[in-house]
């Protein structure tokens, strides 16, 4: 099975701050790799695909990137929407795996 | 508009069965692979396998975890997945999602429904 391993596990940040998360896979792939929102007692939402294809609908602040075994979620300019927490997704090979979650928190 | 809805969760007590069941509608069901999710409590995501479309004569794929005890299946003609979990235990307790691939079904989950929350206790 391939491990994904997000960081920081815990994010405090500010409205207007760019955040970054990542990604590490314990295999290497190529870009097989989603990125979703979550807020409490909801359903997650994706928001980008192979690695760094923004979803329909979704802000352009947040961008992905990566390949290999790192890969890494981007939001610009934080929102106070944007505040949740984000998982990270592999489907190169099955099982399909989840990272831990990373809880981005208002400072 | 793309909708999946899911009930059938509930208390079941360990060793039983539950049948959960995903209703989509705005979209061509038998079209798209649909998996399923869990999350327990507190906890993050986990896959536990998918289901296919007819046209590709309802091929499932599960997580070793959930494997000879989860079974996937689903009506096309009703726009229904189902997910029966068989001698649960306390550690299926988890809010159980469907979600609707993206595309193919080596993809991302493009939609979901809203849970559906299975407590297993006695």
């Known amino acids: 099975d391939i491990q994904m391993t997000q960081s920081p596990s815990t994010l405090s940040a500010s409205v207007g701050d760019r955040v970054t998360i990542t990604c590490r896979a314990s295999?290497?792939?190529?870009?097989?790799l989603a990125w979703y929102q979550q807020k409490p007692g909801k359903a997650p939402k994706l928001l980008l695909y192979?690695?760094?294809t923004l979803e329909s609908g979704v802000p352009s602040r947040f961008s992905g990137s990566g390949s290999g075994t790192e890969f890494t979620l981007t939001i610009s300019s934080l929102q106070p929407d944007d505040f949740a927490t984000y998982y990270c997704q592999q489907y190169n090979s099955f099982p399909y795996t989840f990272g831990q979650g990373t809880k981005l928190e208002i400072k | 508009e793309v909708q999946l809805v899911e009930s059938g969760g509930g208390l079941v007590q360990p060793g039983r069965s539950v049948r959960l069941s995903c209703a989509g509608s705005g979209f061509t069901f038998g079209d798209y692979t649909m998996s399923w999710v869990r999350q327990a409590p507190g906890k993050g995501l986990e896959w536990l396998g998918f289901?296919?479309?007819?046209?590709?004569?309802?091929?499932?794929k599960y997580a070793a975890s959930v494997k000879g005890r989860f079974t996937m299946s689903r009506d096309d003609s009703k726009s229904i997945a189902y997910l029966e979990m068989n001698s649960v235990k306390t550690e299926d307790t988890a809010m159980y999602y469907c979600?609707?691939?993206?595309?193919?079904?080596?993809?991302?989950?493009?939609?979901w429904g809203q849970g559906t929350m299975v407590t297993v206790s006695s």
């Open positions: 979600a609707r691939h993206r595309d193919g079904f080596i993809d991302s989950f493009r939609f």
């Open positions: 289901s296919r479309g007819t046209t590709f004569r309802g091929t499932t």
């Open positions: 192979k690695a760094s």
């Open positions: 295999q290497s792939f190529a870009d097989w």
